[in-house]
């Protein structure tokens, strides 16, 4: 059965009840329209057919047998077939399918039609399919049509431009030299238009970055105009002229002034214009505004005007839209690296975004709080993290444990406050704390700490011990803490009077295998306020606040044996939890070795576990337990004595580790001025002055835009420690990279590079290709080599492509691998991120490294190289120009 109208076939798959019912139907209709195509050769027939095809296509089912017939729909004199045909292509085709070559001669055909509405058809399909080979055939007719004396006209072929030059760059000659007219046009359409035709060239070639430049100020006219002029009824949206255009135009601004501080400068005025003069009442004018500032810190502008972006997207923290509030976090996260002082501002505000019902929102703002972490803001950071860490979701908490564990490690001030806090990290998400996290916090107590500090960090585990099992970190590293120094626990510390308490006594009336681990094992110490109940007992522990000083317990012996017995023998812990228990029982018998009772205790918890089902449980009680017996009294001691801290490789936290949006930023480029770089040595001041000044800026920025400085498109600062001599003038390249002179551990410039010369190639594409395409050596050391292969593009001709690729030819694997470079003031750089940071043996990786060079000078890199080999941190700073004068 055929339904013979589209209403009918759409009446028929409605009333359908089951999936089952709608597949039928669209199949029989399927064949039906298949059986027309072939019997019955009609354009009203295929017209109907069409419309039916593409309901079924918005349905999901597969239509592709109509392609062509949409291309003979198209060919109908009649609007209403071409506009259903066109229609079929742009939906049923796309660029890559062979069949859309027939397409061309349809399209030259209604070009040059006298009915505007076909001819606006076609160049809309022209700008949703176009191929490379259709865009070199009909970019003629659609330059013509860019004259044409309608504005219609105009408009779609300003758009079918944009089709063009993004599939073919190098047409952009003819469109280009319409820019200006296109940009002063009167109606809104057209300039809309224009403002993408032109981004879009100035995202290809240089040339046309160039005239966008010369042509701010036609721009700027234009913005100046959308703010001044009355709200026209035809492009009024909330009282706000045209609001879509003005975010058009603030991106090609955005695009044009990157990289330029005179474009920067003529924009300051209008920039300043847009944020005090739009409302932000409304949502047109808070996308407005946002454009504004990323505008702002997308270009070299002036600090004032960064700071009134920053406190713009600061004020949208407080919108009620969802939206706003996530686009604000998501572009503060990125200008943080280098606008820390004037995100800080806003700090308390992210840290309400904490609590936000949204999810999107708090993922966010977590991301932007840890990027916020300082030397100066850590612990109020820290702790309002850690009140959120309980009820954070599942999927958060993972990263959160691990970078407050790196937030602690990078930034406490004391071993004392990174210890604390590190236990609440492991008492609140120890389910979600990494081994290496672990064992670096349990060797930082062992090797750093003295006996106040193990004193307080058992005493402290204890207590927490007491109150939750659950985490399994925290029993690991809780259990062996009390294990290790349970002669410490239970002794006075030499300041009493700060942590004084009555002991525990032992929980009468309750048997082992009564004893509950949630319990009171031992009292904790009292709090300031604090008073026991009607039994004398103490109060039971609330929930950790992270604000509040940690509990802490002083038990009796037998208090601390009930405690590992109660561990081993739960069933909340891990084999492995349970292992480490047996083991700190065992040791409690070199610490308690003159209290016969303590180790009867011992060996009746161990004697639990000998008929264990797990094997290496049963074994360690089985062997304890001999250990306990008199026949080794003499040996005991020495075994179980008190263990030197634990030895592994320490492998250093990732650069991006509390700020991952620094790594992956590309949508927004963030460039300070020259004028604001304090490497630039100003008039009159000493190299000593500019050094102690560029130390004083650094030490506001937060540890991830310390760490992109080396990466930043501007040149970094001079380091105090390396101070540059007024008698020697400073190299450019030792300057970005806070050196004036290479270190003596570094490669020497010459010999380090151990490039060859390739053979000349003839040249091509307009420039020349001499030494292109070719390997050079610059790094062969401890394995790993190191080689840049240069590139170019035709439509980039002073953009040269560097691909770096590291080998690892020895016979360990290369680890944290970490490649910086740096090139003189007259060139510019952008790096990509590499393909891995862990090269096995025999394995390669690779790392893009693109440099601008509009002088044509030769490229001199300073390349600073770090990785682990073995367990040894390598570090190199060395310089390499070996090559040729062609790759320039």
Same mark, same amino acid.
């Given at each position: %059965?055929?339904?013979?109208?589209?209403?009918?076939?759409?009446?028929?798959?409605?009333?359908?009840?089951?999936?089952?019912?709608?597949?039928?139907?669209?199949?029989r209709?399927?064949?039906?329209?298949?059986?027309?195509?072939?019997?019955?050769?009609?354009?009203?027939?295929?017209?109907?057919?069409?419309?039916?095809?593409?309901?079924?296509?918005?349905?999901?089912?597969?239509?592709?047998?109509?392609?062509?017939?949409?291309?003979?729909?198209?060919? @109908?004199?009649?609007?209403?077939?071409?506009?259903?045909?066109?229609?079929?292509?742009?939906?049923?085709?796309?660029?890559?399918?062979?069949?859309?070559?027939?397409?061309?001669?349809?399209?030259?055909?209604? %070009?040059?039609?006298?009915?505007?509405?076909?001819?606006?058809?076609?160049?809309?399909?022209?700008?949703?399919?176009?191929?490379?080979?259709?865009?070199?055939?009909?970019?003629?007719?659609?330059?013509r049509?860019?004259?044409?004396?309608?504005?219609?006209?105009?408009?779609?072929?300003?758009?079918?431009?944009?089709?063009?030059?993004?599939?073919?760059?190098?047409?952009?000659?003819?469109?280009?030299?319409?820019?200006?007219?296109?940009?002063?046009?009167?109606?809104?359409?057209?300039?809309?238009?224009?403002?993408?035709?032109?981004?879009?060239?100035?995202?290809?070639?240089?040339?046309?970055?160039?005239?966008?430049?010369?042509?701010?100020?036609?721009?700027?006219?234009?913005?100046?105009?959308?703010? &001044?002029?009355?709200?026209?009824?035809?492009?009024?949206? &909330? &009282?706000? *002229?045209?609001?879509?255009?003005?975010?058009?135009?603030?991106?090609?601004?955005?695009?044009?002034?990157r990289?330029?501080?005179?474009?920067?400068?003529?924009?300051?005025?209008?920039?300043?214009?847009?944020?005090?003069?739009?409302?932000?009442?409304?949502?047109?004018?808070?996308?407005?505004?946002?454009?504004?500032?990323?505008?702002?810190?997308a270009i070299?502008?002036?600090?004032?005007?960064?700071?009134?972006?920053?406190?713009?997207?600061?004020?949208?923290?407080?919108?009620?839209?969802?939206?706003?509030?996530?686009?604000? !976090?998501?572009?503060?996260?990125?200008?943080v690296?280098?606008?820390?002082?004037?995100?800080?501002?806003?700090?308390?505000?992210?840290?309400?975004?904490?609590?936000?019902?949204?999810? @999107?929102?708090?993922?966010?703002? !977590?991301?932007?709080?840890?990027?916020?972490?300082?030397? /100066?803001?850590?612990?109020?950071?820290?702790?309002?993290?850690?009140?959120?860490?309980?009820?954070?979701?599942?999927?958060?908490?993972?990263?959160?444990?691990?970078?407050?564990?790196?937030?602690?490690?990078?930034?406490?001030?004391?071993?004392?406050?990174?210890?604390?806090?590190?236990?609440?990290?492991?008492?609140?998400?120890?389910?979600?704390?990494?081994?290496?996290d672990?064992?670096?916090?349990?060797?930082?107590?062992?090797?750093?700490?003295?006996?106040?500090?193990?004193?307080r960090?058992?005493?402290?585990?204890?207590?927490?011990?007491?109150?939750?099992?659950?985490?399994?970190?925290?029993?690991?590293a809780?259990?062996?803490?009390?294990?290790?120094?349970?002669?410490?626990?239970?002794?006075? @510390?030499?300041?009493?009077?700060?942590?004084a308490?009555?002991?525990?006594?032992?929980?009468?009336?309750?048997?082992?295998?009564?004893?509950?681990?949630?319990?009171a094992?031992?009292?904790?110490?009292?709090?300031?306020?604090d008073?026991?109940?009607?039994?004398?007992?103490?109060?039971?522990?609330?929930?950790?606040?992270?604000?509040?000083?940690?509990?802490?317990?002083?038990?009796?012996?037998?208090?601390?044996?009930?405690?590992?017995?109660?561990?081993?023998?739960?069933?909340?812990?891990?084999?492995?939890?349970?292992?480490?228990? !047996?083991?700190?029982?065992?040791?409690?018998?070199?610490?308690?070795?003159?209290?016969?009772?303590?180790?009867?205790?011992?060996?009746?918890?161990?004697?639990?576990?000998?008929?264990?089902?797990?094997?290496?449980?049963q074994?360690?009680?089985?062997?304890?337990?001999?250990?306990?017996?008199?026949?080794?009294?003499a040996?005991?001691?020495?075994?179980?004595d008190?263990?030197?801290?634990?030895?592994?490789?320490?492998?250093?936290?990732?650069?991006?580790?509390?700020?991952?949006?620094?790594?992956?930023?590309?949508?927004?480029t963030?460039?300070?001025?020259?004028?604001?770089?304090?490497?630039?040595?100003?008039?009159?001041?000493s190299?000593?002055?500019?050094?102690?000044?560029?130390?004083?800026?650094?030490?506001?920025q937060?540890?991830?835009?310390?760490?992109?400085?080396?990466?930043?498109?501007?040149?970094?600062?001079?380091?105090?420690?390396?101070?540059?001599?007024?008698?020697?003038?400073?190299?450019?390249?030792?300057?970005?990279?806070? /050196?004036?002179?290479l *270190?003596?551990?570094?490669?020497?410039?010459?010999?380090?590079?151990?490039?060859?010369?390739?053979?000349?190639?003839?040249?091509? &594409?307009?420039?020349?290709?001499?030494?292109?395409? @070719?390997?050079?050596?610059?790094?062969?050391?401890?394995?790993?080599?190191?080689?840049?292969?240069?590139?170019?593009?035709?439509?980039?001709?002073?953009?040269?492509?560097?691909?770096?690729?590291?080998?690892?030819?020895?016979?360990?694997?290369?680890?944290?691998?970490n490649?910086?470079?740096?090139?003189?003031?007259?060139?510019?750089?952008?790096?990509?991120?590499?393909?891995?940071?862990?090269? *096995?043996?025999?394995?390669?990786?690779?790392?893009?490294?693109?440099?601008?060079?509009?002088?044509?000078?030769?490229?001199? !890199?300073?390349?600073?190289l770090?990785?682990?080999?073995?367990?040894?941190?390598?570090?190199?700073?060395?310089?390499?120009?070996?090559?040729?004068? /062609?790759?320039?």
């Open positions: %059965m055929s339904f013979f109208r589209l209403k009918d076939l759409i009446r028929a798959v409605r009333v359908c009840k089951t999936a089952a019912d709608e597949r039928g139907v669209i199949q209709e399927s064949a039906a329209i298949r059986t027309s195509f072939k019997e019955v050769d009609s354009q009203d027939a295929r017209y109907v057919n069409i419309q039916k095809l593409l309901y079924i296509y918005l349905l999901g089912y597969p239509v592709q047998f109509g392609q062509l017939e949409c291309l003979k729909l198209v060919a @109908s004199p009649k609007f209403a077939d071409k506009r259903v045909g066109y229609l079929g292509v742009t939906l049923l085709l796309d660029e890559k399918q062979d069949i859309l070559t027939l397409l061309t001669n349809s399209l030259k055909t209604d %070009m040059h039609s006298t009915d505007d509405y076909i001819v606006g058809l076609a160049l809309g399909t022209l700008s949703n399919v176009a191929s490379s080979e259709v865009a070199y055939d009909l970019v003629d007719e659609v330059e049509l860019l004259d044409s004396p309608r504005s219609y006209l105009r408009k779609k072929a300003t758009l079918a431009g944009v089709r063009i030059i993004r599939r073919e760059p190098e047409l952009f000659t003819p469109f280009l030299h319409r820019a200006k007219s296109l940009l002063g046009d009167k109606h809104h359409g057209v300039q809309m238009g224009a403002v993408a035709l032109l981004a879009e060239m100035c995202n290809h070639t240089q040339e046309a970055l160039d005239e966008g430049r010369r042509l701010v100020p036609v721009i700027v006219n234009q913005l100046r105009a959308l703010l &001044g002029s009355g709200s026209s009824p035809e492009h009024d949206v &909330g &009282g706000i *002229s045209n609001p879509f255009l003005q975010v058009a135009i603030l991106r090609l601004l955005r695009v044009v002034a990289g330029s501080q005179h474009a920067a400068d003529e924009l300051n005025d209008v920039l300043t214009l847009v944020a005090t003069q739009t409302d932000s009442s409304k949502n047109v004018g808070t996308a407005i505004l946002y454009e504004c500032a990323v505008t702002a810190l070299p502008s002036e600090q004032a005007l960064r700071v009134m972006a920053i406190n713009m997207l600061g004020k949208f923290l407080g919108n009620r839209d969802n939206n706003v509030r996530y686009v604000a !976090l998501a572009t503060l996260s990125a200008a690296i280098t606008e820390a002082p004037s995100v800080q501002r806003h700090r308390a505000t992210v840290i309400q975004c904490l609590r936000d019902n949204d999810i @999107s929102i708090r993922r966010r703002a !977590l991301d932007l709080s840890f990027a916020l972490i300082n030397e /100066s803001n850590v612990k109020p950071i820290v702790t309002e993290i850690l009140r959120v860490l309980p009820h954070a979701d599942l999927e958060f908490k993972p990263s959160m444990v691990y970078r407050l564990s790196a937030a602690i490690t990078l930034f406490g001030d004391s071993l004392e406050w990174r210890i604390d806090n590190m236990l609440r990290v492991l008492s609140l998400g120890g389910k979600y704390v990494n081994a290496r672990m064992f670096k916090f349990i060797r930082l107590i062992a090797l750093e700490a003295d006996e106040n500090l193990q004193r960090a058992a005493r402290i585990s204890f207590a927490l011990l007491e109150r939750d099992v659950s985490q399994e970190k925290m029993v690991v809780g259990t062996w803490l009390v294990g290790e120094y349970a002669d410490l626990l239970v002794a006075r @510390s030499n300041n009493a009077a700060a942590v308490a009555s002991p525990t006594s032992p929980v009468g009336g309750l048997d082992d295998d009564d004893l509950d681990i949630l319990g094992l031992g009292k904790p110490l009292a709090k300031k306020g008073s026991p109940d009607s039994s004398g007992s103490a109060p039971v522990l609330a929930a950790l606040d992270p604000s509040e000083e940690l509990p802490q317990a002083i038990p009796e012996p037998a208090d601390i044996v009930r405690l590992l017995s109660a561990i081993a023998g739960s069933s909340v812990v891990s084999n492995s939890s349970r292992h480490i228990a !047996l083991t700190a029982l065992a040791k409690l018998s070199g610490r308690f070795a003159d209290s016969s009772a303590t180790l009867a205790s011992i060996r009746t918890a161990l004697g639990k576990h000998t008929q264990s089902m797990d094997v290496e449980t074994s360690r009680a089985v062997e304890f337990g001999k250990l306990l017996s008199q026949e080794l009294d040996v005991r001691t020495g075994v179980v008190r263990m030197p801290a634990p030895e592994y490789t320490d492998v250093p936290y990732e650069e991006y580790v509390l700020n991952p949006t620094a790594m992956r930023m590309k949508a927004l963030i460039i300070k001025r020259p004028a604001m770089q304090p490497v630039d040595f100003v008039e009159g001041e190299a000593k002055e500019a050094a102690v000044r560029a130390a004083a800026e650094a030490s506001k937060s540890v991830v835009s310390d760490l992109l400085n080396l990466m930043d498109e501007a040149p970094a600062a001079v380091t105090a420690s390396q101070p540059a001599t007024a008698a020697k003038p400073v190299d450019a390249l030792a300057d970005l990279l806070g /050196s004036a002179t *270190s003596s551990t570094s490669p020497p410039t010459k010999t380090a590079a151990l490039h060859h010369v390739a053979s000349p190639t003839e040249s091509s &594409g307009g420039f020349a290709t001499e030494g292109l395409d @070719s390997e050079y050596d610059i790094y062969n050391s401890h394995g790993l080599r190191i080689t840049l292969t240069p590139s170019k593009k035709p439509t980039l001709p002073t953009v040269v492509d560097l691909l770096a690729t590291f080998y690892n030819e020895g016979e360990m694997a290369v680890s944290g691998l490649f910086l470079v740096a090139v003189p003031k007259s060139q510019k750089l952008q790096i990509q991120p590499p393909s891995g940071q862990h090269i *096995s043996v025999g394995a390669t990786v690779t790392q893009l490294v693109r440099v601008s060079n509009p002088t044509k000078t030769a490229i001199r !890199l300073r390349i600073k770090g990785y682990t080999v073995d367990g040894q941190a390598q570090e190199n700073m060395f310089e390499y120009n070996g090559f040729p004068a /062609s790759v320039v």
